[in-house]
């Protein structure tokens, strides 16, 4: 059974790019939540993704939009990248929806905005 | 506005004693409590959690505790180990919700 996997592991971008973070969701889980991580705070809620549809959303402005894909795995872009958006972008995934501590954390994926 | 609190930004505790982490939350909604643990390069990895109709819960090494007229919750690890070391998030949810507000995190350093 593999865990939840991101790609990439860090990368860097210049203000006004657009950017695409991928998740692998861990074997049989058809939840996804992504998370953004700020220097020094905890993890913020972007949105949920359940069976392929958005399924609840944070405070995050719709530059800020995600895909699910068949198999579950997932897809999160952000266009007209800011300075603020420098972070760790967290994925985790579940098997039931509503159950957080049955989610699995990813690794991170660590964006840099020059 | 932070709704979940975590004042303590570092901690350290000599191997073998309790540690003790503090979270505060300002939201009365918050049903759900949840307690994380993170080591670095990893995602964070859940650790326990407790419904706000108890007040304890107990998981092995690992207590958390609630207090709903203060609106706080602790966690104990008793006795604390090195491998313990790592950062510890407070986390908070309402109801069906499945929109978790993480606190800043502790960082805990288990002393030799």
């Known amino acids: 059974e593999t865990g939840v996997t991101q790609s990439p592991t860090h990368l860097i971008k210049t203000r006004g790019q657009q950017v695409t973070l991928r998740c692998s969701s861990q074997s049989g889980h058809n939840t996804v939540s992504w998370y953004q991580q700020a220097l020094g705070q905890g993890p913020q809620f972007i949105f949920q993704y359940y069976r392929e549809e958005e399924n609840g959303r944070g405070n995050f402005p719709p530059r800020f939009s995600g895909l699910q894909f068949p198999n579950y795995s997932s897809e999160l872009n952000v266009n007209a990248l800011e300075l603020d958006d420098s972070a760790l972008y967290l994925c985790?995934?579940?098997?039931?929806?509503?159950?957080?501590?049955?989610?699995?954390f990813g690794p991170g994926t660590r964006l840099l905005v020059l | 506005d932070q709704q979940v609190k975590q004042n303590s930004p570092s901690l350290s505790v000599q191997e073998g004693r309790i540690s003790i982490l503090n979270c505060d939350y300002t939201?009365?909604?918050?049903?759900?409590f949840l307690w994380y643990k993170k080591y670095p390069a990893e995602g964070p990895t859940f650790l326990i959690s407790i419904s706000s109709i108890k007040d304890k819960n107990e998981d092995g090494r690992f207590t958390v505790f609630l207090n709903k007229s203060a609106k706080h919750l602790s966690l104990h690890i008793v006795p604390s180990q090195p491998g313990d070391s790592a950062v510890y998030f407070c986390?908070?949810?309402?109801?069906?919700?499945?929109?978790?507000?993480f606190g800043k995190g502790t960082r805990l350093h288990i002393l030799p």
């Open positions: 986390a908070a949810k309402v109801g069906g919700d499945d929109k978790i507000i």
């Open positions: 985790a995934s579940s098997a039931l929806a509503g159950r957080p501590e049955t989610q699995y």
């Open positions: 939201n009365s909604m918050f049903d759900y």
